[in-house]
């Protein structure tokens, strides 16, 4: 069974742009979870999608935002990139819409805003 | 919010050693989770392990509710093992809080 997969795997952008990551979970997972890694601030959650829904959103500003379609694929998009939002992306899915349910991470996208 | 705080921050080991890493929470246990993220950035899902212990080969995980720590072993480590490991707990809003890591160096 293919594992969580991102694309793209490395993105090179400049302030004020706009950026979408996708994600693409593990066949029949339904649960889709978006973190971003930096050195500064660790992993952090952003948001967090079930069945096309957002269920819950980490402390971000609105420059981030995300959606689930219907084959349970996720995109992020970030606007007005800014310095600061250089880091990993990593997605996350599961089966159940229980974190009792074991995570499965992708291998991330590494954005660099210049 | 939950605190997650592990320790120690780094570790440098040679082949064939033993050792063990920890993580503190601050609030009651919430499906705690280890993880290993490799020198590439891939994180992987070590145990799941709200309480007792389990074991997977060369690494154990035993966590203590009560006591708000949990422990990841790791026994014979390989140069393989060497990235950083994450322990995370549920938020309560299907969301992990990630500790700070343990950066782990084995060394041939």
């Known amino acids: 069974k293919a594992g969580v997969t991102q694309t793209p795997r490395y993105l090179i952008k400049t302030r004020g742009q706009q950026v979408t990551l996708s994600c693409s979970p593990i066949s029949g997972h339904r649960s889709v979870s978006w973190y971003q890694q930096t050195p500064g601030q660790g992993l952090q959650f952003l948001f967090e999608y079930f069945s096309e829904t957002q269920r819950n959103k980490g402390n971000f500003p609105g420059r981030f935002s995300g959606r689930q379609f219907s084959n349970s694929r996720s995109e992020m998009n970030v606007s007005t990139l800014e310095l600061g939002d250089s880091a990993l992306y990593l997605c996350?899915?599961?089966?159940?819409?229980?974190?009792?349910?074991?995570?499965?991470f992708g291998p991330g996208t590494r954005l660099t805003v210049l | 919010g939950i605190q997650v705080e592990q320790s120690p921050p780094d570790l440098i080991l040679q082949e064939g050693a033993n050792s063990t890493l920890r993580c503190n929470f601050s609030?009651?246990?919430?499906?705690l989770q280890w993880f290993h993220q490799n020198p590439w950035g891939q994180l992987i899902n070590l145990f799941y392990?709200?309480?007792g212990t389990k074991q997977n080969g060369r690494l154990s995980a035993t966590t203590v509710a009560t006591e708000r720590y949990s422990l990841l072993y790791i026994s014979s480590s390989q140069t393989t093992d060497s990235g950083v490991y994450f322990c995370?707990?549920?938020?309560?809003?299907?969301?992990?809080?990630f500790g700070s890591g343990t950066r782990l160096q084995v060394q041939p």
């Open positions: 996350a899915s599961s089966l159940q819409a229980d974190l009792a349910d074991t995570q499965y």
């Open positions: 392990i709200p309480s």
């Open positions: 609030d009651s246990v919430n499906n």
């Open positions: 995370a707990m549920d938020t309560g809003r299907r969301a992990l809080t």
